[in-house]
């Protein structure tokens, strides 16, 4: 079991596997980044100076007035936070659209795999495929 799980462990695919989330994960904070401090403050500011993450609706209130969802969660109160919800689809459309770029680059630059030689080639009396060095169709004995 312990060599089953060193092969596993080492095996070029899991260790691929780790490299791609440990990015992956580094190019979330990135596209977050992205999407917080560049993208939602011009949103923001078409729409009025909207934040969508401070869009809340109060279900069930505690008593008093909140001008910002801070306020109501210090207060207690039940909130229905949909601006965050915005704002998550967001990043998720942004990092998905980023993503697909990077990897249509990637496989721009991946190099075609050579072509394999021909092994066969066809009679041009009867069509059939015979080996590459024939010299004679062994299915109507043309001689080429």
Not at 92 to 99: E, M, R, S, T, V
Request: net charge positive; glycine share 8%.
């Amino acid at each position: 079991m312990w060599k089953e799980f060193k092969e596993f462990a080492v095996k070029g695919n899991a260790i691929d596997l780790a490299v791609g989330v440990v990015i992956g994960a580094a190019f979330g904070g990135i596209v977050n980044s992205l999407v917080k401090d560049i993208i939602m403050p011009p949103i923001g500011l078409l729409t009025g100076g909207l934040d969508f993450t401070n869009m809340f609706v109060v279900l069930k209130p505690s008593g008093a007035s909140f001008a910002t969802l801070a306020d109501a969660n210090k207060a207690a109160a039940v909130t229905w936070n949909y601006g965050n919800f915005i704002t998550l689809a967001i990043n998720f459309l942004i990092i998905a659209f980023c993503i697909f770029l990077v990897v249509k680059g990637l496989n721009k630059m991946k190099k075609p795999a050579p072509a394999a030689a021909p092994v066969a080639k066809d009679c041009p009396a009867c069509t059939m495929s015979i080996p590459i060095k024939a010299t004679r169709c062994p299915h109507c004995t043309t001689q080429f």
